[in-house]
């Protein structure tokens, strides 16, 4: 892919334009939309090749931003429906199936538009297409904001197609009653994605997918029903979630994921991936009970129950082949034990009360906590290639816990499989007395900084704080320029080399600050550089872009007693 990215950008096209047309075609669909796009003007050769490539993507903001068309100005949208047209006519005449439709639109007049989607998508339906993607704004990001008629009104030709295997539908998109009697004949649907649709009755996304036998994968993410409107001028609608889904016979589905439902049965006995959310403190009703083969299971929000240690009991006994676990803001049990012999995965994300955890797993080769009150971890069986990883959200007020949390996982060998991963600083000026040690904290493997001070005053305090708190084998940085820049990374780079005398805090002759425990520090980069390059060099060479290349320091510690 950065091959095929870099001959674009570099205008070298012509060295592989000779190729046969199918490969050039599977070239243009491994290429992001807006770069397979661009071939189309460098020659005429090049835009034969896009006028003829099966995949139909169009995205909006590819043509215009959203303010730039007003009810009295369609010109740019009328770009995109002179385009659209004339690709899918040409597609058609020359018999070549339109194998992908994507259309994402961030602005659209639905009076306007939606005859002329309507037509498109009846095109590549008929042509045999197999992968249906329609996405349209929803003003504020809510369904219940827009009304039903300001909705685009899904065709009934969509559940006709034979031959689609992906469909995947989100945003202003309304559902009648009619899909309710119509026939459906998605008999060869792998794929369903619903996301912020409008259903004009609750039981039509139960009736569409037992119409799928050999559906695989299937996500609903807060999806609402409309209620006739309530008599007045003008007529106002009432929008609830779906309450209930309940899904039989299922035999294919290997992965689902539901959002907002509260009431959800899934008869599904090779369900292996399974992502549950629902509205915070909301009730609700859950039945994986014949998915006994699941593997993955992520639970958000439940903070209407207790989970403590009756629940994991059951649940690894409902599900013995369960390896990975991930729950974000449920609410837990102040202690909790956990006992599992098939549990690999295990990440907690912001869950509430929760003081004292204690692991059995001898199988377990990840934990990961996200959250500022980390509670005290032992690992009373574990394995040798365990990973502990902690997201912290930080300011100069918790940087004091930091050691504490680290000292806090049991057994003390533990903590050199920890990594340290620091999300988001908020920096105030600290107390003098705050920045006095008195020994050297303990041995991490790794200390990544996703966020450094935008502030070059608080560079120092910030990594004293820091590191203060642990010792790590290495520190990470993911480049990025909006989050770091590069004075704090030289600055990194000269304290750690210990060219910043005259800064030591350390609290007695006979304790030792962070920076005594150095012996070696080596930096490292994944961008292209000369191996032999010095440190300047290198800063030189950092990307000036959003590019997702990391930075770090290797360390080597005195071992100091």
Known sequence: MRYLLSVLKLGKMDQISGLPEAILHDILARLPDRDAATTSVLSKAWKETWFTFPILSICSNQFFRSQDV?????????????????????????????KEFKLIM????HKYMAHRVDLWMKMAIESGGEVLHLQLRIPGGYVWRLSPDRCYELPLSVIESKSLTKLVLMGGIRVEQAFLTHSIKLYSVRIIKLYKLLFAHGGIIEHLISYCPLIEDLTVIDCAVYNPPISGIPPVFAFSPVESLFLHGLHKLKKAYVQG??????????LESFRYCIHPYASFKLNLDSCTNLRWLC??????????????????????????????????SQRINILSAQLKVLKLSYCSNLEELNIDARNLLSFAYEGNNQPGLSFQKSSNQLEINSFRVVDFRDLCSLRKSVENIKPQKIWASVSLFICWPVLIKPEQGALQVSSIPPTIKRLELQFSPENEAHY???????????????ISLSFHSYVHSKAFIEFLYEILMGRMGGKCHCSSSNTKCWWHALKIVKVICTFKIDENADFKTMLDALPTCHADEKIGFILELYSID
């Open 70 to 98: 007003t009810v009295d100005n369609y010109i740019k949208l009328d770009k995109v429906i002179d385009y659209v047209g004339r690709k899918s006519l040409k597609l058609r005449d020359l018999g070549i199936v339109i």
């Open 106 to 109: 961030y602005y659209v007049d």
């Open 261 to 270: 439902t509260e009431e959800v049965y899934i008869d599904a006995p090779n």
């Open 299 to 332: 639970l958000c929000n439940l903070m209407s129950i207790d989970i403590g240690d009756k629940w994991f009991l059951e649940l690894f006994s409902k599900f013995p082949s369960l390896e990975n676990l991930e729950l974000e803001n449920c609410s837990m």
């Open 460 to 474: 120092f305090p910030f990594m004293n704080y820091l590191l203060s708190s642990c010792c790590p084998n290495s």
